[in-house]
């Protein structure tokens, strides 16, 4: 229990370096970490000692592969639920906004007629990208608004940016959202898959074994 010990408490302290406080989040990340650095001890004192043991074993490795999956998904739900942060702001074009590090420009907005539907579009600089999220309004619905969210994905934290509305001096409003380690979700689920893949390729079926076994009987002279 070393490594997993010695894990929870180095992760535990980092939360506290960087501010965290929840508790919750205390909890979970540290135990999580530990959870973890239980796996990657057993596979690594396979690789060291008996490499072939990991395919000889291979119910035992795919089980500790599924559930470090799992527990890569509890961080990701974790990481999304408890360190989510947003920010609602009005910007002119050329003004920028920082919400949990990162940060985005307002670049300016246009107006478009598609069919049957208007549609205001703004332009938020991301880096190398340029966001577009819109709100879509339907005359013959009664003016009903549509929101469509622009999103931005990265294996730290998803980007999420809701235009709000437009003003006649070039000004728009935002409500501008951050997920920690959304993707981790989706990446533990195909770890989740590999390891039942791993503890269940090339074995035999229940009904192949009982026809293939030779059963000894005595006949009748």
Excluded: C
Excluded at 48 to 77: E, N, Q
Excluded at 117 to 144: C, K, V, W
Excluded at 151 to 175: E, K, M, N, Q
């Amino acid at each position: 229990m070393r490594w997993p010990a010695a894990t929870a408490l180095v992760v535990f302290l980092l939360l506290l370096a960087v501010g965290v406080r929840s508790i919750p989040a205390l909890i979970a990340f540290p135990l999580a970490s530990g959870a973890a650095a239980t796996v990657f001890t057993e596979y690594g004192r396979a690789a060291l000692r008996k490499p072939k043991s990991i395919v000889r074993r291979r119910r035992r490795y795919g089980a500790y592969l599924a559930h470090l999956g799992l527990l890569v998904v509890v961080i990701g739900i974790a990481a999304s639920h408890f360190g989510q942060q947003e920010k609602d702001v009005t910007l002119q074009p050329g003004q920028q906004v920082t919400v949990a590090g990162y940060t985005l420009t307002y670049i300016g907005s246009e107006q478009r007629q598609l069919g049957d539907h208007n549609e205001f579009i703004a332009g938020m600089r991301f880096g190398d990208r340029t966001l577009e999220p819109s709100l879509a309004t339907y005359a013959g619905l009664g003016g009903q608004a549509l929101t469509h969210v622009a999103i931005s994905t990265t294996p730290v934290a998803d980007v999420y940016v809701v235009l709000a509305g437009t003003s006649a001096d070039g000004s728009a409003s935002f409500r501008v959202f951050v997920n920690p380690l959304v993707t981790w979700i989706w990446a533990g689920g195909a770890v989740i898959l590999l390891g039942v893949v791993l503890g269940n390729v090339g074995e035999r079926s229940a009904v192949t074994e009982l026809a293939t076994r030779r059963i000894p009987i005595t006949l009748p002279a």
